[in-house]
Every structure is written in structure tokens, then in C-alpha cells.
């Protein structure tokens, strides 16, 4: 036997609230007795939900009208959003609750693309170089499309810029003007000098210059100017003369050396006034067309006067044309970065988010939100060695592009990342979006960054995840709470009526004219509703689970192309389904050959005391399937009561332990009329390896048991599921259809009989979807289908002995099953009296 990767006897997968509004067990809707007390086998057409193709009113699938907005069935989750979208800022996000296969995110996109397209769209975000802070750029939003004008148009304005500041400075009027300037100054110079040197002469010394620019001054000594070594030979006495002289010498001419400072700073402050003067007109001309096409752009005209001031107070960085730079050898970096070239790099927009091509609110879908990808990042750049960034490097994360717009997430992908989950609430608690490195929220060292200014948030997030994970965030996360304040909640089912089966068309048309399959005719179309109530599990009720829909549909188009056909037929789409149960029952396969050799030993023949066959389901993957399973009871005198071996063996999960915990309260209440109930008794499923979990098998249990007690042998072409309550009413299970179909194959393989069959709960009915070979056989009268609404029809068809009910005497009549049991109990009572042995249950 193949080793199970997943529990092997996991004998029940109900939902609970799949089941919350079934009929009761006593619903006349099932005629559950004949006149002699057994149950009826169910009828053929009980079996499963069918669509007759006349009913479906289109020839094929192209004849299904287009609507523009194909709205699923969804109220709950439509008016959940009809209202989030109507309420501003930032705290009525959304929480998309779901299984996975609803098509939850196409859903929204669906939902949100034509409310998108309504809405105004939103500004371009830019940032500038910000002249007063180099490390705080500062961002500037713009009406959509004139980011990209202010980008293209300030770039050539730059590259005008360093073209004709140049030549402003070489004209005829600038030179001149310039030249007298210089002539002043060095008149004036020259004056000074001359002063300095004829008090240095009369004061015995020679004014000389330095290399470095620096004066100096030589003694004389009989009109002859003495070098340092002639100095040095100098007694010391004359030395010390000579510098006291010097320095009275210097004192004295400290303030004509002031003047000669003063008129430098003169000479440049009035040259850089004549720069400025010449070239200011040419900037004021060039920026011109930005200041009219920008002028009701208040932070655009600020920075574009900053940008004139920073331009005139950097003129010595224009003072070489483009073309006339020199250009760096090979192998030979530029020695300094800030070039031209790259000092004109503050004068650039950077346009992080470009919203021209928009029509409406933006929608985005972020598959992969890390920090980077939903909050933005400063990349860095390498220059000699060195990290650096600056605010042409700022890239946009989701939170921006989705700004004025919406923004969908999985849960699960941003929970995965912590730093993301936290920048998201931050981001929606202030109404900001920032772009803020990591590190500065670690305790690594920092490194040199920059400080983006924040933008302004409006962006409604809709997070898509299950029921589990939005439990967990409402009540471990108090931010949560107030920022995702509605819930929308996708159902996974409708009812089976006629205007959901036409919505439900409807959807079908949509997929296929969206994915360009091949159209389906009449009778695929009706064996797609079939279909989505087998994935379901009811028969009054359509999944919708489009997506697997959807992959059904795909595959069945492709076969049919394969086929040379030009359209999807019912023959098609079963051989497609067919096609998908082959791939994926490979284990299925194994199990079905180890019963075939007897490796997993299960009767579907002959009679035996205190065994049933009981079933179960289990998945590999997304496959579902049921096997069966021989439940054994043994009873006998003594005092352990009824002890479940599976959890002895810690095989049994607590609801499979609860069940059996049951079964001791029915005997107790049926049987402890008039004794204590003292046996010894094991319960246990033969061949079980794995955890048995659910109690869809304490119904067989039961009925191992009281076969036991009344040494009464159990059919075993027949098999039994369904759950037991204290009085013996049987209570529906899930998997029904996949549990039928297990047993069925079982005994197909072994030959059918018409005596095999499976007894299930009455309130099941309505959930089976039998595959058509099964519905097949039971119109043959091969095989059969029992709803029992207690466990007294159980034992009547296991056992073909009447149960019995206690008489006012309070015996049960003779030949009934219950009477035998209650013989049973009270001989075991007296068994263990006369050893006196203590009782317990």
C-alpha cells in the first residue's frame, strides 16, 4: 500500500457552515420506509442535479448577450465596496474575504476599473533639487501629463542655458566693460604697491613678491638688497636690528595691505555683478516659456526663481561651452564629479510618477510587495569607490502609483514582509507617503542619504486574503481595526434557481469570449452547470469558483481543437474532465490496485459480526477521493468499557474522539434501563496508518458495536457513512459524493452484484452529484443509494433484523436486533458480578 502523504482516514471535511440550513431528517421531501420498514434506495433521478440542454436558452455560447460590466453574485462583498469607494481618505480600506479560486483579485479589478475610469486622474508627482537643503528634495505634484512637459521643457532649458551663458560673457560690451574694470583695479593696485615699496625703501628695505604671491621684505645695507645667506652672516646684533625694523615696518603697512585686499574683493564682486548683469537677461529669457506655461504653478515658479538665483550665483560653472569641455582620456575618470555636467544634474525634474497615459483613478496590482516594490527606493550610484545618491535615484513603489486611486494586495504576500506591512500602516495613519531607507529603522549604522519630501496620500488599499488571516490581524493588530474598517465578503455559492444559472451562463460567456475559446454549444453549456453544483456538492446550489470553472473550459477547448472540431460539445467536456482526473489520480490508481490484490482487505461481499465498511475521504493536492474502510468492534466481559483504539494510538483526532464519546451516551441512555452496563469492547479501523479525524464514521461505529453486542452479522456489500447524535439520529457529512464513488469503484472492479450499496444521511441527498456511471448502475439495479435519517434503518438494512423499540414493559419484543444487545449487556452485567468485577463505561 502506498504511503499516504496526507491522512488516509480523514473521514470527514465538512465545512460547518455548508450545512447550517439543511432540511431536517424528518423532511417529507424523502420517502424514507416502506410498508415493511426498510428504506427505499433512492431513485436514479435523486442522484444528481441535471441541466436538460433545452432549457438552456442559447444554441452555443455565442449567443450569450455581452453586458459591459459583468457583476458576479456577490451582494455582500458589492455592497461592501460600493461603499468604500464613496467614502474619502484613509481609514475605510477594504478587506477582501474569500476562499482562494473565487477570483478574488479579478473580482475587485472588475469591480473597480469602470469606478476608476469615473474618477478624475491624479496629478504626476516630481522632485527638484532643493537649493536651500541639497539632502531634502522637494516634490512638486502637476495636472497629469505636464510632469512630462516640465521635464522635457527644463532640460532644454539647461542645455540653453549652458549654450548661451557663454556667450554672453564674450560679447564686445562685456569685455570692454570688463577690462575697464580690470584696468581700475589694477591702476589702483598698482598704486598701493608703489606706496609699499617707497616706504619700504625709506625705511631701508626692498618690497619684493613671492612665488605663492606673498610680499616680502629684504634689508638694505649700503644700497645693497642682502639675500637670506647674507643675512645670516650678519652679526646678531644686526640681525636683531634689522627684524625690529621689519616689523615696525610690516605694522605700518598692514593697512595699506587691508587696502589692497579690499580692492581685490571689489575687483570680483564687481565682475561677478557685470557676469550676473550680462547673463541674467539670457537666463530670465530662457526660463520665460517655463514661467508662462507654469505660472498658476505656485511651487513650480518658487523653484524656478530659486533656480535662476542658483544659476546667476554659479556663472563660473557656464563659463565653458559643451562642446568646448575637455573630454576625460580613456581609463582616466574624471577627477572631480561635480563637472558641468554633472553640476547641471541638480537643474533636472525627476518624474517619478507619470499619470499622462491614464484615464480615470488608477488600479494597481502589486504581486510582489516588498518594501522597495510598495514604498519606493533611493538606489545608489558608485563614484570612485563611493556610495552616493541624490534625488534623481528615487524610484516609486505601489503606494505611489496608486495614489488618487487603488491599490490591491494579498495579505499573505505583504505579511510576508514585515517592514512592508509596517510602512503600509504608517503610510495610512499619517496620510503620507514617504520614502525613507530601511536602515534607519535598524540598528545598523547609517549611511549618507537623503530625505525625500513626503507626498500627500489618498489611496484606498484592498487587502485580499482568507477569514483565517483577517481573524488574526483584527485581533492582534489594533491598527488594523481602524484602518481597514469594511469587511467585503465573497460567497462561494448561489442557488441553483433560473436566474442564477443564467448569470451563471453569463460568466461562462465572459470567460470564453475573454480567453478566445472555441464556443460551447447547448449541451456543454448545461454540463458546465452540473459541473460547478459537483464542485459544490449540491444539488441546489452553483459554485462559483469561476477560476477553476474556467481551467475546465480552457482545457476542453483545447481538446476539441485537437480533435479538428470547431466547437466545445457534452462529449468533449467530459473527456476534458476525465482528462484532469487522470493527471491527478495516480494514488487513487495505487489504492484502487492495492484493494484489488486484497493488500487493503475490505469485504464488498458476504456478512460478518462487528465489522462494517466504513468511508472516508482524503486529498493528494487538490484531488479529493474516497476509499473504504473495515471498522471493527470486539466485546466481552470485563471492565474497560468501549475503548477507541485509534486514540489510544494517538491516531484519533478530538472530534473523532467526541463520537465516540456519543456512542457511550447512547447506550447509556437506550440500554442502562435496568442495569449497569459493565463490557470490555475495542473499537478501531483495520488498516488505518494515519490520523482518523471527523465523525462521519460514528455512525458505522455504532452499528460495529451493537453488531457485536447482538452477535448479528453485518452486510458487507454494503458501506456506511454518516454521523451519530445521542438519540440515534443520523446527521449529515461531507464528501458524500467522493465517498460513493470510492466504494463504487471497489465494487466495479470486483464485479457489481446488485446487492452492493452505500447507506448515507437522508439530509445528504441533496448533495449528491454522482458521476454518471454511478447514476448508471443504480437505474440498472446493480447498485443503490439509502438515506437514513436514524440508525435504527441503518441496522435494518446492515442486518435485515428489525431494530426494535423498548415496550411499556421496558423489554424490547423478541427477534429484534435491540433485544438480542440488551440480552447481551445483561449477561456480561451478570458475567461480571459473579467474578465480581466492577463496572464502568
Same mark, same amino acid.
Given at each position: 500500500?502506498?504511503?499516504?502523504?496526507? !491522512?488516509?482516514?480523514?473521514?470527514?471535511?465538512?465545512?460547518?457552515?455548508?450545512?447550517?440550513?439543511?432540511?431536517?431528517?424528518?423532511?417529507?421531501?424523502?420517502?424514507?420506509?416502506?410498508? +415493511?420498514?426498510?428504506?427505499?434506495?433512492?431513485?436514479p433521478e435523486r442522484l444528481r442535479a441535471g441541466l436538460q440542454p433545452e432549457a438552456v436558452p442559447y444554441a452555443d455560447s455565442r449567443q450569450i448577450p455581452r453586458r459591459e460590466r459583468f457583476e458576479p453574485p456577490q451582494p455582500r462583498a458589492l455592497r461592501a465596496l460600493n461603499l468604500a469607494v464613496n467614502i474619502p481618505g484613509n481609514e475605510y480600506n477594504v478587506y477582501l474575504s474569500g476562499e482562494e479560486s473565487l477570483g478574488r483579485t479579478y473580482f475587485l479589478r472588475h469591480f473597480l476599473e469602470p469606478v476608476a475610469a469615473k474618477a478624475?486622474? !491624479?496629478?504626476?508627482?516630481?522632485?527638484?533639487?532643493?537649493?536651500?537643503?541639497?539632502?531634502? !528634495?522637494?516634490?512638486?505634484?502637476?495636472?497629469?501629463?505636464? /510632469?512630462?512637459?516640465?521635464?522635457?521643457?527644463?532640460?532644454?532649458?539647461?542645455?540653453?542655458?549652458?549654450?548661451?551663458? !557663454? /556667450?554672453?560673457?564674450? *560679447?564686445?560690451?562685456?569685455? &570692454?566693460?570688463?577690462?575697464?574694470?580690470?584696468?581700475?583695479? *589694477?591702476?589702483?593696485?598698482?598704486?598701493?604697491?608703489?606706496? +609699499?615699496?617707497?616706504?619700504?625703501?625709506?625705511?631701508?628695505?626692498?618690497? /619684493? +613678491?613671492?612665488?605663492?604671491?606673498?610680499?616680502?621684505?629684504?634689508?638694505?645695507?649700503?644700497?645693497?638688497?642682502?639675500?637670506?645667506?647674507?643675512?645670516?652672516?650678519?652679526?646678531?646684533?644686526? &640681525?636683531?636690528?634689522?627684524?625690529?625694523?621689519?616689523?615696525?615696518?610690516?605694522?605700518? +603697512?598692514?593697512?595699506?595691505?587691508?587696502q589692497v585686499q579690499a580692492v581685490e574683493r571689489g575687483f570680483t564682486e564687481q565682475e561677478r555683478s557685470i557676469e550676473r548683469e550680462f547673463a541674467s537677461s539670457e537666463v530670465r529669457e530662457i526660463l520665460a516659456p517655463l514661467r508662462e506655461s507654469f505660472a498658476s504653478q505656485g511651487k513650480v515658479m518658487d523653484y524656478l526663481a530659486a533656480l535662476e538665483k542658483d544659476v546667476l550665483a554659479n556663472l563660473e560653472r557656464f563659463a565653458t561651452r559643451p562642446e568646448q569641455q575637455p573630454q576625460p582620456q580613456p581609463q582616466q575618470p574624471q577627477a572631480e564629479p561635480a563637472q558641468a555636467e554633472d553640476f547641471c544634474g541638480r537643474y533636472e525634474a525627476h518624474l517619478l510618477v507619470d499619470n499622462s497615459g491614464l484615464k480615470g483613478a488608477p488600479v494597481i496590482v502589486e504581486d510582489h510587495p516588498t518594501y522597495f516594490n510598495?514604498?519606493?527606493?533611493?538606489?545608489?550610484?558608485?563614484?570612485?569607490?563611493?556610495?552616493?545618491?541624490?534625488?534623481?535615484?528615487?524610484?516609486?513603489?505601489? =503606494?505611489?502609483?496608486?495614489?488618487?486611486?487603488?491599490?490591491?494586495?494579498?495579505?499573505?504576500?505583504?505579511?510576508?514582509?514585515?517592514?512592508?506591512?509596517?510602512?503600509? =500602516?504608517?503610510a495610512l495613519r499619517s496620510g503620507l507617503a514617504r520614502l525613507e531607507d530601511p536602515s534607519e529603522h535598524s540598528e545598523q549604522v547609517r549611511t549618507r542619504t537623503i530625505e525625500p519630501e513626503p507626498i500627500p496620500l489618498q489611496v484606498k488599499i484592498l487587502l485580499v486574503g482568507t477569514d483565517e488571516i483577517y481573524e488574526h490581524l483584527l485581533y492582534h493588530d489594533s491598527r488594523f481595526r481602524k484602518l481597514f474598517k469594511i469587511k467585503a465578503h465573497l460567497q462561494s455559492h448561489v442557488a441553483r434557481s433560473e436566474g442564477d444559472i443564467l448569470g451563471f451562463l453569463q460568466g461562462c460567456g465572459t470567460i470564453i469570449a475573454?480567453?478566445?475559446?472555441?464556443?460551447?454549444?447547448?449541451?456543454? =453549456?448545461?454540463?458546465?452547470?452540473?459541473?460547478?453544483?459537483?464542485?459544490?456538492?449540491?444539488?441546489?446550489?452553483?459554485?462559483?469558483h469561476y477560476p477553476l470553472i474556467r481551467e475546465l473550459m480552457i482545457e476542453a477547448s483545447a481538446m476539441a481543437k485537437l480533435q479538428g472540431k470547431d466547437m466545445v460539445d457534452a462529449a468533449v467536456l467530459h473527456e476534458a474532465q476525465a482528462a484532469r482526473d487522470f493527471r491527478a489520480n495516480l494514488y487513487e490508481e495505487e489504492f484502487m490496485a492495492d484493494y484489488d490484490r486484497e493488500i487493503i482487505k475490505v469485504a464488498t461481499s458476504g456478512s460478518a459480526v462487528g465489522r462494517v465498511n466504513g468511508l472516508s475521504v482524503t486529498y493528494f493536492g487538490e484531488y479529493e477521493f474516497g476509499l473504504p474502510h473495515h471498522i471493527a468492534c470486539t466485546v466481552g466481559v470485563g471492565r474497560e468499557g468501549i475503548v477507541d483504539l485509534e486514540r489510544e494510538a494517538e491516531l484519533g483526532g478530538p472530534i473523532h474522539t467526541k463520537a465516540m464519546m456519543i456512542l457511550k451516551s447512547y447506550l447509556l441512555g437506550l440500554f442502562a434501563y435496568d442495569k449497569p452496563l459493565i463490557l470490555s469492547g475495542s473499537l478501531y479501523f483495520e488498516q488505518s496508518y494515519a490520523e482518523v479525524e471527523?465523525?462521519?464514521?460514528?455512525?458505522?461505529?455504532?452499528?460495529?458495536?451493537?453488531?457485536?453486542?447482538?452477535?448479528?452479522?453485518?452486510?458487507?456489500?454494503?458501506?456506511?457513512?454518516?454521523?451519530?447524535?445521542?438519540?440515534?439520529?443520523?446527521?449529515?457529512?461531507?464528501?458524500?459524493?467522493?465517498?460513493?464513488?470510492?466504494?463504487?469503484e471497489v465494487c466495479r472492479r470486483r464485479g457489481l452484484t446488485g446487492r452492493q450499496g452505500v447507506l448515507i444521511p437522508a439530509d445528504n441527498v441533496r448533495n449528491l452529484m454522482l458521476k454518471p456511471e454511478v447514476v448508471r448502475a443504480v437505474a440498472d439495479g446493480k447498485f443503490s443509494i439509502y438515506p437514513v435519517a436514524c440508525i435504527e434503518d441503518a441496522l435494518e438494512l446492515l442486518t435485515g433484523i428489525p431494530a426494535g423499540k423498548r415496550g411499556p414493559d421496558g423489554t424490547f419484543p423478541e427477534g429484534t436486533l435491540y433485544r438480542r444487545v440488551d440480552d447481551r449487556l445483561g449477561a456480561l452485567a451478570r458475567a461480571a458480578a459473579q467474578f465480581g468485577q466492577s463496572w464502568r463505561i
Open positions: 500500500m502506498p504511503a499516504p502523504l496526507y !491522512p488516509v482516514a480523514s473521514v470527514d471535511n465538512r465545512p460547518a457552515s455548508i450545512y447550517t440550513h439543511l432540511p431536517p431528517a424528518s423532511t417529507p421531501e424523502y420517502p424514507l420506509k416502506l410498508t +415493511m420498514g426498510k428504506p427505499l434506495s433512492l431513485a478624475d486622474v !491624479p496629478p504626476d508627482v516630481l522632485y527638484v533639487y532643493n537649493f536651500d537643503d541639497e539632502d531634502r !528634495p522637494r516634490a512638486l505634484q502637476l495636472p497629469p501629463g505636464q /510632469g512630462r512637459t516640465l521635464k522635457a521643457e527644463l532640460a532644454k532649458a539647461v542645455a540653453l542655458l549652458r549654450e548661451r551663458i !557663454p /556667450g554672453s560673457l564674450e *560679447q564686445d560690451a562685456f569685455v &570692454q566693460r570688463r577690462e575697464a574694470l580690470l584696468k581700475t583695479y *589694477q591702476s589702483t593696485k598698482d598704486d598701493l604697491y608703489t606706496r +609699499m615699496e617707497d616706504e619700504a625703501e625709506s625705511k631701508g628695505f626692498t618690497l /619684493g +613678491m613671492e612665488t605663492e604671491g606673498q610680499l616680502s621684505l629684504s634689508p638694505r645695507v649700503k644700497g645693497k638688497t642682502l639675500s637670506l645667506e647674507e643675512f645670516e652672516k650678519l652679526d646678531s646684533e644686526t &640681525q636683531r636690528t634689522l627684524r625690529g625694523k621689519r616689523d615696525e615696518l610690516l605694522a605700518a +603697512m598692514n593697512g595699506m595691505l587691508r510598495l514604498l519606493g527606493s533611493m538606489e545608489r550610484e558608485s563614484e570612485l569607490g563611493a556610495l552616493y545618491t541624490d534625488f534623481t535615484l528615487i524610484k516609486p513603489g505601489a =503606494l505611489h502609483r496608486a495614489n488618487h486611486g487603488y491599490l490591491i494586495l494579498k495579505a499573505d504576500d505583504v505579511l510576508n514582509s514585515p517592514s512592508a506591512w509596517e510602512g503600509l =500602516l504608517r475573454d480567453a478566445g475559446l472555441l464556443p460551447f454549444d447547448r449541451e456543454a =453549456l448545461a454540463g458546465l452547470v452540473d459541473h460547478a453544483s459537483r464542485i459544490v456538492e449540491d444539488q441546489t446550489k452553483l459554485s462559483l471527523g465523525d462521519s464514521a460514528s455512525g458505522a461505529e455504532l452499528a460495529a458495536l451493537l453488531s457485536a453486542l447482538a452477535e448479528a452479522p453485518i452486510e458487507l456489500s454494503l458501506a456506511f457513512t454518516g454521523a451519530v447524535n445521542q438519540s440515534g439520529a443520523i446527521m449529515a457529512v461531507g464528501g458524500v459524493t467522493r465517498k460513493i464513488e470510492g466504494f463504487f
